[in-house]
């Protein structure tokens, strides 16, 4: 089993439709948990931390976790062709010294 | 100017040779990382740093070594090159602020080709 795993995708969403991104995790101590959104060819930039259950909204981006399942999730409302990326989800485990990365959802918003 | 840089940003070089990949951060964070991306292996930690004097060896260290000559420049080498070795690297940076510690910043990354 993966320690944090995304499904690849690609996840295709019409324009203006809510995205919704999964990610479950192995490590029932993970503390911090991100979501870093990456264009192709280009470097993950961090769009959302969230720290403890619940939801965690920034603009159009809504976080949400949920320890007791082990899962973290993003919302991205009125989705933007300019959303269309690869979404890597990361979470720090019980040693909280690094983080590790999951493979991505490849999204694609369609006119 | 951009606040963590890599240089080259492009290589491609042939097995065997001795390569160096250098990254600098003005962010002023003591924590520095090296990843590795593969097309479907999401990023591998190659490498950490929490401070000048703290090297720390992450899942994929085989093959690389690192040195960090100061709190802004953290280097990566490969000693001898080998083809497996293609991929994207990146450069990470975080401020050891508790909570936000993890919070990862990347440069631009470094397209490795190795004939």
């Known amino acids: 089993q993966k320690e944090v795993e995304q499904n690849s995708g690609p996840l295709s969403v019409p324009e203006g439709a809510i995205a919704s991104l999964n990610c479950t995790y192995s490590?029932?101590?993970?503390?911090?948990f991100f979501w870093y959104r990456q264009y192709s060819g280009k470097s993950p930039e961090l769009i959302m931390s969230i720290y403890s259950n619940g939801d965690k909204e920034d603009g159009r981006f809504t976080a949400q976790l949920n320890k007791a399942s082990q899962y973290v999730s993003l919302l991205i409302r009125d989705s933007q062709p300019s959303d269309s990326a690869t979404y890597l989800c990361a979470v720090s485990g019980s040693s909280a010294s690094k983080i590790i990365f999951g493979s991505g959802t490849r999204l694609s918003i369609r006119p | 100017d951009a606040d963590v840089t890599q240089t080259p940003r492009n290589r491609i070089t042939k097995t065997g040779k001795r390569i160096m990949l250098e990254c600098s951060q003005t962010?002023?964070?003591?924590?520095m990382y090296w990843y590795r991306q593969d097309p479907g292996l999401g990023l591998r930690l190659i490498y950490y740093s929490f401070d000048v004097k703290d090297i720390n060896k992450g899942e994929i260290s085989d093959g690389y070594s690192v040195s960090r000559q100061a709190q802004a420049k953290f280097s990566l080498s490969l000693e001898s090159a080998i083809p497996n070795q293609t991929a994207l690297y990146f450069c990470a940076t975080s401020d050891a602020s508790g909570q936000k510690d993890n919070e990862q910043f990347f440069g631009p990354g470094t397209r490795l080709t190795v004939l």
């Open positions: 490590d029932r101590g993970s503390q911090s």
């Open positions: 962010k002023g964070h003591d924590r």
